[in-house]
């Protein structure tokens, strides 16, 4: 007689067993973890990337027509040098560059302001008016806060 053998639960077509669990599981861990597998996939490109380009062979260098070395050149003789110059001078003349280039701002600045003072005049009045205005010693911008200069003077 034919025993009968006992069959499990789990082991019928119906059974689903705990895969669904599993994959709600991994299902949650993706939409939960996403920008952790997103790095891991770029970090896992980038290093293939780099494999291939150093495994690559090198390019072969460009050949080309060399180029002619230049004809040597001639110096001009140069005259020794004179004696080294002083600092104080350069400092003098860097000072005085400095005070020609204020004086000819405050003189533009004047001319403006004359300009502006007297609009119906024309421009070869204005410029007598400019002239003599310098010629006296005036300039708004110059002599005013300037404390060599004596402010006698209505300016």
Same mark, same amino acid.
């Given at each position: ?11 019928? @077509? ?63 003789? =140069?005259?020794? @040098?004179? &004696? ?9 003349? =860097? ?10 701002? =405050? ?39 300037? &404390? ?8």
């Amino acid at each position: 007689m034919a025993s009968k053998r006992r069959r499990s639960r789990s082991a019928g @077509a119906g059974a689903l067993g705990c895969g669904p669990l599993f994959a709600l599981i991994v299902l949650v861990l993706l939409i939960q973890y996403w920008w952790v597998i997103l790095i891991a996939l770029g970090v896992v490109a980038l290093t293939v990337v780099l494999v291939r380009v150093a495994a690559a062979p090198p390019r072969p260098p460009k050949v080309g027509a060399p180029k002619p070395a230049p004809p040597p050149q001639r110096r001009p003789v =140069m005259q020794p @040098a004179g &004696p080294a110059a002083v600092v104080d001078d350069f400092a003098d003349k =860097m000072r005085a560059a400095k005070h020609v280039r204020r004086i000819r701002d =405050m003189q533009e600045w004047d001319s403006e302001w004359i300009r502006l003072a007297n609009p119906g005049k024309s421009n070869r009045e204005l410029n007598e008016i400019a002239n003599g205005h310098f010629a006296r010693g005036r300039s708004i911008g110059v002599n005013y806060g300037d &404390p060599s200069v004596p402010r006698s003077r209505a300016a």
